[in-house]
């Protein structure tokens, strides 16, 4: 197999067995998991200059977390997309509890709502959301916390109570 010639060249061999079983862990699947390696391997021999050989079992098994979760997002686009082109049911737009939400959430302060907002309705990770308004991840996680307790006290304030 020409991957394993490249593997043993780079000095990966004494980390195959390791990476083929983490990632069939990962995707539960041999064919899978023997295309994420593949995919994995490709990535570090691309980049082999640039890693300190103390750590290259780490940086591989972080390379192949890495790919699964490029795969995983993927998929996840290929999802949203497909459900995208699907007709909506007119009757999911006049379900009693989206006007709920959006009063719970008109509630709330300008800042609660933009980090719910962009965690929850653009799918972003707490890093990235920190990233863009320029606050420690630390912050973040602790901003969101608060403001889905105030979102969940506004919701059950405003919510009918046979609904709950």
Not at 55 to 82: M, N, P, S, T
Not at 88 to 101: F, L, M
Not at 129 to 158: D, M, N, Y
Request: a positive charge.
């Amino acid at each position: 197999m020409e991957g394993n010639r490249v593997a043993d060249g780079a000095g990966f061999a004494p980390y195959l067995d390791g990476l083929h079983a983490a990632a069939r862990r990962l995707t539960a699947s041999d064919h899978e998991a023997e295309d994420l390696v593949q995919d994995c391997l490709a990535s570090a021999v691309r980049g082999a200059a640039r890693v300190r050989v103390g750590v290259l079992g780490a940086w591989l098994h972080q390379i192949l977390r890495r790919r699964w979760y490029d795969v995983l997002r993927r998929r996840g686009l290929e999802r949203k997309y497909r459900d995208a082109e699907r007709p909506r049911a007119t009757a999911d737009a006049e379900a009693p509890g989206h006007e709920v939400v959006r009063r719970a959430l008109a509630a709330l302060d300008a800042e609660s709502r933009r980090v719910l907002e962009m965690r929850f309705f653009q799918s972003r990770t707490s890093v990235e959301i920190a990233r863009e308004l320029k606050r420690p991840a630390g912050t973040v996680r602790s901003q969101l916390f608060h403001a889905l307790r105030k979102f969940e006290s506004e919701f059950t304030r405003l919510c009918p109570k046979e609904t709950l």
